[in-house]
Each structure stands twice: as structure tokens, then as C-alpha cells.
């Protein structure tokens, strides 16, 4: 059964201190994986999708990487406004349709 | 990407009653998603809808208390019926471009 776990459940950080999100799926052969972020009282906010191993995207302070098993989400020197919850997902290619499998989220909260 | 108009944002309902989310994409999509956001947890997906096709429902979810329209490539429904209040959630519409799933800003309901 496709799985997705994230660690930490909460992260609080100082502005400026970098760190990184993980992300650990079980997939029966992965289609894609998916970072959004989500804002309180909003839907969830594309970020990045990686493929395959071995690939990373940048976006300002955020970079995602992947493994077979696991992607990280690096985020460097953050500011107060990257505060908000990080979904990971993944889809696999063992559905007839595009189903993706969401994790539970890492709060992050940046202070000033 | 996506534009995702979703109504209404917030409602208040009483038990036993019956709320109808509309979910309107700025341009033709094959499927459409329906998640639910239960507090402090991530997205579980409750069905897909494809235009012109019965909708495809998740485990634990049937067709009976989340009836679901879609009329045409650009709009669907998600009835949540006979609410009880542990149907309070915020519920998301989804589209799938390009790979990627875009979300609206949801709809947040309470039962009462």
C-alpha cells in the first residue's frame, strides 16, 4: 500500500537558521512526488514535483531533493513569511487514474 | 496551472442537514478531485469525477453521503449529506494539469 510519512511534525526555527523537512514514502513505482505548502485557511500551494532519483528543484530560499526512499525539503536562511505547513505526496503508477497519496503535513514556524 | 473558484467558502449547518460545494475551473479539465481536510490533519482524497462518468469513490466513502455532480469540463459538486458533526472539515476541490494537482482555497463547514 503506497505510504507517506513526514518528520518533524513541528518545526520551529530562528530566522536565518537553515534546516530540512523530510519526507519517507513506500510506492509501487513512483509517478511523481510533490512538495505544497498551505497557509492556514487556504488550499495547498504547489511547489516543486521531482521524478526521479538523484533530482533536486530550487525555488528561492527552498530546495527539494529525492531518493528511492525519501525526499528533503532544504530550506535556507528562512524568513518569517515561510512559515506555514509542508505536504508532501506522491503518486504511483499502480492506479488506472491520478490518484495522490498526501503525508501529514510539517508545520514550520519561522521567528523573527 | 489553474484557477480554483470554490463556494461557498464557510458555512454553519445543523445536523441531519444537507450542503452543496460548487467548485468552478478556469479552463476544461478531464478530472476533478474532491479531498477532505479533517482538523489538524492532511488531505484524504474522497473521490474523482470525470465528465460524463459515475464518480469514483475512495474506501470509506459511498456515493450516498457525498453525492457528486459534473455537468461539463469545467465545474463540479459535492453534496455532504445528512451532516453530522463529524463532517466538520474543510473540503477541497482539485484539477490535474500538466501532472500537477492545483487546489482551491476549500471550504470549511461545521456541524452543529
Known amino acids: 500500500e503506497d505510504q507517506v510519512t513526514q518528520s518533524p511534525e513541528a518545526l520551529r526555527l530562528q530566522e536565518g537558521e537553515s534546516s530540512s523537512l523530510n519526507c519517507s514514502y513506500t510506492?509501487?513505482?513512483?509517478?511523481?512526488l510533490f512538495w505544497y505548502r498551505q497557509d492556514p485557511g487556504k488550499g495547498p500551494e504547489f511547489l516543486f514535483t521531482?521524478?526521479?532519483a538523484g533530482e533536486e528543484k530550487e525555488k528561492e530560499r527552498l530546495k527539494a531533493t529525492l531518493t528511492k526512499k525519501e525526499s528533503f525539503l532544504h530550506i535556507t536562511a528562512p524568513k518569517p513569511e515561510d512559515s506555514a505547513t509542508y505536504l508532501c505526496?506522491?503518486?504511483?503508477?499502480?492506479?488506472?487514474?491520478?490518484?495522490?497519496?498526501f503525508g501529514p503535513g510539517t508545520s514550520l514556524s519561522v521567528i523573527p | 496551472s489553474a484557477v480554483i473558484s470554490q463556494k461557498p467558502s464557510r458555512d454553519i449547518c445543523q445536523r441531519g442537514t444537507s450542503l452543496t460545494i460548487q467548485c468552478q475551473v478556469d479552463?476544461?479539465?478531464?478530472?476533478m478531485f474532491w479531498y477532505r481536510q479533517q482538523p489538524g490533519q492532511s488531505l484524504t482524497l474522497i473521490a474523482t469525477a470525470n465528465q460524463g462518468s459515475e464518480a469514483t469513490y475512495e474506501s470509506g466513502f459511498v456515493i450516498d453521503k457525498f453525492p457528486i455532480s459534473r455537468p461539463n469540463l469545467t465545474f463540479s459538486t459535492l453534496t455532504v449529506s445528512n451532516m453530522s458533526p463529524e463532517d466538520s472539515s474543510i473540503y477541497l476541490c482539485s484539477v490535474e494539469v500538466g501532472g500537477i494537482q492545483y487546489f482551491g482555497a476549500g471550504t470549511r463547514l461545521s456541524v452543529l
Open positions: 505526496a506522491v503518486q504511483g503508477s499502480k492506479t488506472s487514474y491520478d490518484k495522490v497519496i
Open positions: 510506492v509501487s513505482g513512483l509517478r511523481g
Open positions: 521531482l521524478y526521479s
Open positions: 479552463s476544461q479539465v478531464t478530472m
